[in-house]
Structure formats: structure tokens, C-alpha cells
């Protein structure tokens, strides 16, 4: 009897041991958000990041600026991003210098330009670099093949679209608008496709089918900081707001994003036509932090969501977001010199929350909410809907909190087509929505874009 009490009280104060434990390590848990986990870079001595790029799910690269000490860096990891090493140092001319992209074509060739006059290739996946003396002094690349790469610059009388036939040996303008107007960014799609735009002047959206030769104006008010096709028709771009394209970029429509402060994009990477991943200047407040979110859609930009990768960072924005597949996906936060990203082998978080206002695509036969006109506009723009039976009407205007900032109408009304006056005077430049409210339930709701 006594020995039984004995082991009861050992038993007893091993489960007590147990519980202490584990309660005691709750304050040192890590604050990554499920399916996300932190990763660090080596030292590097005051330069960040600048670019990043992943080949598989284990082999990636990244470049940085010039620091103090004048180095700049190509890293590398082959353990997915787990651990960095320096792969290339190299020795600029002035602290301002840096790397812009880094790009492989395969598993061993790739290219990393920078803003001044040398281009770094390597034939053995990073193994040796090769520095060519172009003279170009490019602020964005697209490569095509280890052959075939477009360069562009905007300033003065050199600007225009560049290519090159051999790797980046020899360049030749293909293209000019003359000594203004000309592009900072290129995407090419392929050997015909690729756009163009000029962030300074987000008037200068540009299309080629023809390799580059010529180039047609696209008719919209913002640039883009990220572009990508899923194919020759489908695609993605982003600056300060996400559009879709569904004719091969010739018309371009917005989409809904979630409720998120500073709604930048500043990188796209497409899975596939459904599955979208957004990275850029968006976060979330939580307790007076702001910690960096990542958007994605999964039934091809109908509703967009978000999630927080990691709590553990306080950060307004993750400026390069890079998925090789399905499962493994990588984002790098760009703020304040902070070297640090976050990976995900299982798709990111379990679940992603959606914003408040419904995106509502069902077909409405008896009620139409139509495009605001017009659209972009400086403070006015008109609302319109149709109603087809008697209803009870209200359309509300909120901005990108979810916060209602006017009523256009409220009110029972007979059928009919109806304008309304939005005048958006005393509010702020930026994305507003309008929803279609019927007998207090939401329809519809579109997007609208005031510039002033």
C-alpha cells in the first residue's frame, strides 16, 4: 500500500514537472504564424538585400547594395533558404552602387546586372562570375535565354529599350522615344511579348508583340512595379492596386485587395492561372505593431486575401515574394536594413482571411451595379445602377479599411436607372469601393480610383 502511495506521489509530481515545463517555455515560443518559418542572412557588414530568386526548392540567390566598406554580395543557399553564404564579393567604385536583379536561365547560367556598367555572369551556377563591361547603366532587365536579354533606361539621350544577341556583350537600341518618356521597367513574356513602363511617369504603359521594334501605348493611369503573364493571355500587374488582364494586356481590370494598410504591390509570383501571391508595402496593425502581410488569391484574383507570415518581425513590408511551386514559397522583408525572410513548404498559412466587403461575381438579374464613370477621377464621379423592380436602395462608398465614408442613396425606389454624384473632395487620393445594398443585403460592390 505504501509503495503504491510512494509511485502515485512520484507519478503525481512528473506530471506537475511536466506542466511547469511547458508553461514556462510559452514566452519563448516562436511568433511565426502557422506554415511560415523565419530565416536570417549572414552579416553583411551594413549592404541589404536587393533581389532574390529560387530555382528549385532547395537553390536559390540573392544580391545586395554597396555598403560603407564598399562590398556588395551575390549569396547563395542550396538548403532552401535555411542557411545563406556569401558566393561572390565584389569591390565597387562608390558606395551608391548596386546590384538590381539577379535572374537564372537553368540551374547553371545566370545573370546579375547592376545600375552602373557591369553585368556578372556565371555558366557553372554561381561556382565562378564573369564580369562584362556593357557601358549601360540599366534600371531594370528581362532575360530570355542565355542569349537573348532587354535592358532598359529612361534618362536622357541614351534612354530606350536595349537588346543583346550574345549574353549581354554587345548592346543595341532597338527603340527610343526620344530624350524623355522612355522606360525604367521591362518584362518580357516571351520572344514577341513584353511590356514597358516609366514609374516616374505612369502614363507610359507600353506593349510590343514584335520582340521590341516597336511599342503601343496602353491607355492607363497607373505603371507597374511587377508584371507577370500566366500566359499569352492571363496575367497580373501591380503598383497601387492589382489589375488582371484576360486579353493579353491589352484591357486591364482592378481587382478587390483586402483590408490593408498601404496597398503597394511590389512582386507577383504566379503558381498558376488560380494561385497569385502578392508581396509588397501592406501590413496589418495588431496592438499598436504593424507586421507585413502577403496577399494571394486561389480562384484567380475573384477575392484576395491575406496572411501574416510572422509575428516575431515588426515590418510594414515584404518587397519580394518568390513561390516555385504550390508548397514552397519564400518573402524578404525590405525595411530599415533588415536582413530577414520567412519560408513556407506547405503553402503558407492554413487559412487566409478575406476582406469584409463582398466581391459578390453572382449574376444579378433583377439589380446592376455599373462602373463608375469616370474611373480613374479627380474629386467627382458618377454612380449608376439599374433596377428592375421596386427595391430598397442603398450604396454605400468605403475606403480600403472597410470604413463607410458616404451614402449615395438610401431609400425606396421604383425600377428604373439611377445616377448618383460621388464628390470626394474632402477625402484622400487613393482606392474607394461602392457596394449595392438591397434590402440590406450587399449585391455588389466595384472599385473606384481617385487621383487628385
Same mark, same amino acid.
Given at each position: ?12 509530481? %512528473? !506530471?506537475?514537472?511536466?506542466?511547469? &515545463? ?14 511560415? =518559418? ?66 537564372? !536561365? #537553368? ?25 562584362? #563591361? ?90 507597374? &512595379?511587377?508584371?507577370? %503573364? ?19 494586356? %491589352? ?34 496593425? !495588431? ?7 502577403? !496577399? ?9 486575401? =491575406? ?115 460621388? #464628390?470626394?473632395?474632402? %477625402? ?25
Amino acid at each position: 500500500m505504501k509503495l503504491n502511495k510512494t509511485l502515485s506521489r512520484i507519478l503525481d509530481g %512528473l !506530471i506537475l514537472l511536466v506542466f511547469i &515545463l511547458f508553461f514556462s517555455s510559452a514566452g519563448f515560443q516562436d511568433r511565426n504564424t502557422s506554415g511560415w =518559418y523565419q530565416q536570417w542572412f549572414p552579416n553583411l557588414n551594413g549592404s541589404t538585400i536587393q533581389d532574390i530568386t529560387f530555382l528549385d526548392s532547395l537553390t536559390g540567390f540573392a544580391v545586395t547594395n554597396a555598403n560603407s566598406s564598399l562590398q556588395a554580395y551575390i549569396l547563395k543557399t542550396t538548403n532552401g533558404g535555411d542557411n545563406w553564404n556569401i558566393n561572390y564579393t565584389y569591390i565597387p567604385p562608390y558606395t551608391n552602387w548596386k546590384f538590381i536583379k539577379i535572374i537564372f !536561365i #537553368n540551374v547553371n547560367t545566370g545573370l546579375a546586372f547592376t545600375d552602373d556598367v557591369e553585368t556578372f555572369t556565371t555558366t557553372n551556377s554561381g561556382l565562378n562570375w564573369n564580369i562584362i #563591361n556593357n557601358g549601360m547603366y540599366p534600371e531594370d532587365a528581362s532575360v530570355l535565354n542565355k542569349d537573348t536579354i532587354f535592358i532598359v533606361k529612361s534618362n536622357g539621350s541614351n534612354g530606350g529599350v536595349y537588346r543583346s544577341t550574345n549574353g549581354g556583350i554587345n548592346w543595341t537600341r532597338i527603340w527610343t522615344n526620344g530624350t524623355s518618356g522612355n522606360p525604367d521597367k521591362i518584362y518580357m513574356y516571351d520572344k514577341n511579348i513584353g511590356f514597358t513602363c516609366n514609374v516616374a511617369s505612369i502614363s507610359k504603359f507600353r506593349k510590343t508583340t514584335d520582340g521590341g521594334f516597336s511599342w503601343f501605348d496602353i491607355n492607363l493611369t497607373d505603371a507597374f &512595379l511587377d508584371i507577370k %503573364l500566366e500566359d499569352s493571355l492571363i496575367g497580373w500587374k501591380g503598383s497601387n492596386s492589382i489589375q488582371k488582364t484576360t486579353d493579353g494586356g %491589352l484591357t486591364w481590370f482592378l481587382q478587390t485587395p483586402p483590408n490593408v494598410s498601404s496597398f503597394i504591390i511590389r512582386s507577383i509570383s504566379v503558381i498558376n492561372k488560380d494561385t497569385v501571391w502578392l508581396g509588397g508595402t501592406s501590413y496589418i496593425s !495588431i496592438g499598436g505593431n504593424y507586421y507585413g502581410v502577403l !496577399i494571394k488569391t486561389t480562384n484567380g484574383g475573384t477575392n484576395w486575401g =491575406y496572411q501574416i507570415p510572422n509575428l516575431a518581425i515588426v515590418s510594414r513590408r515584404y518587397k519580394n515574394v518568390n513561390f516555385t511551386n504550390s508548397n514552397n514559397g519564400w518573402a524578404y522583408v525590405d525595411q530599415g536594413g533588415v536582413n530577414d525572410g520567412i519560408h513556407t513548404k506547405v503553402g503558407g498559412n492554413d487559412t487566409t482571411v478575406y476582406t469584409s466587403i463582398n466581391n459578390t461575381s453572382i449574376e444579378i438579374t433583377d439589380y446592376q451595379l455599373f462602373q463608375n464613370y469616370p474611373n480613374p477621377f479627380n474629386t467627382r464621379t458618377v454612380v449608376s445602377c439599374q433596377l428592375l423592380v421596386v427595391s430598397n436602395l442603398s450604396i454605400k462608398v468605403y475606403d480600403v479599411q472597410g470604413r463607410e465614408v458616404q451614402t449615395l442613396v438610401e431609400g425606396k425606389l421604383n425600377p428604373g436607372v439611377y445616377e448618383y454624384i460621388f #464628390n470626394g473632395n474632402s %477625402l484622400s487620393s487613393g482606392i474607394y469601393f461602392y457596394s449595392m445594398i438591397i434590402d440590406g443585403k450587399v449585391l455588389d460592390t466595384k472599385r473606384m480610383m481617385m487621383i487628385k
